[in-house]
């Protein structure tokens, strides 16, 4: 009997492993086999694509077991096409300009989208870049080199490198740059705590460079998304009106991951994207009134604020960088906040799982 369910478990076990394999396509560029899944939806047409990069030393089918590419096909109607960088040494990479590499990844996942929509009924008006870490610097040069056709892009935890930074984009072209604060490996400040150097321009060098870019306004619509999960994060977003909307979304307290489970977190970063890609986000997406709200007056304040409470509450304010400045307990009543001692700008008040954005001039 154990030998039977030894040898099931082997013929499972292969037959699983050559599936598997079996989705991994091949395509020819510049002399080199290149390797890439893709997942599509049944009877689809006319469909997205979008392209999702993996990081540093990853592969495509360790990231579709976790991110399960099809499902994501399923829902969005979309071809979702999860393409493999090569070895450069470092391990699998994107050539973002980090290293002397020649290889020409962004010609690359061109033809490879040229060749998928000889294939299949591909929509060349809807085409996605998104990815992480790496994923992410490769998805910045693709809208930098490639924004005439490229409908958008959103980068998570990746960066604008020093060569990418001296070019100017071909076309205007929507995106979201997604990032945590307190991220070790891709930092927020463009260095690496990790890798000890300077890996690419600041977030905030970077929503320069795509405000030009862009032909955006400089001045952003702050907003909070409400903070109903327990998780030490707090998401804000950026947004820049323009030629092409340019939005940044900040994730305060974040490290390097991929925010996943809206059960377990105010946001799924994948849902988040699509509705970027698709024009569902709007400017004034701050405390859904479902949520309730924090009765804080006056706002903009000198920094005097008052505070209506209806229980004994912990009151937290955060200034714009993510730094706590007052954190404290309120007993039930009015709370009189003292910020006087604290710059101008705009910092954000949490108190009973909510989040409410407040102004001192």
Known sequence: ????????????????????????????WQGVQR?????????AESMPVLFFLHGLGDNITRLDNEFHFQNVADEYNWMVVVPQALNEGYGTMWNAGLTASTTNDHGFLMALLDSLAVQYPVNQDSVFFTGFSMGGFMSHCMAIRHGDRINAAAPV??????????????????????????????????????????????????LNYWINANGC??????????????????????????????????????????????NQHDIDYMTYIHDFFTGKLSYDKVNNPTTGSLNIYPNPTNGQIKIELDSPTTIEVIDIKGNTILHKQFEAGIANLDLQGADNGVYFVKANGLTEKIVLE
């Open 217 to 262: 306004s400089n001045e952003p619509v702050i907003d909070t998304l409400p903070d109903t999960h327990n998780d030490g994060l707090l998401f804000v977003e950026y947004v820049y009106p323009g030629t092409k909307e340019l939005r940044h979304l900040k994730v305060i307290g974040g490290e390097h991951n991929w925010y996943r489970n809206a």
């Open 157 to 206: 935890s990746g960066l604008i490198t020093t060569p990418y930074a001296n070019m100017n984009p071909v076309a205007p072209v929507r995106l979201l740059h997604i990032h945590g604060t307190t991220d070790p490996v891709v930092g927020y400040d463009g260095g690496s705590q990790y890798f000890g150097y300077q890996l690419g321009l600041s977030v905030e060098n970077i």
């Open 35 to 43: 390797e890439y899944l893709v997942k599509m939806p049944e009877n």
């Open 1 to 28: 009997m154990k030998t039977r369910n030894l040898i099931l478990t082997s013929i499972f076990t292969i037959l699983y492993a050559a599936n598997c394999f079996a989705q991994i396509q091949n395509f020819e």
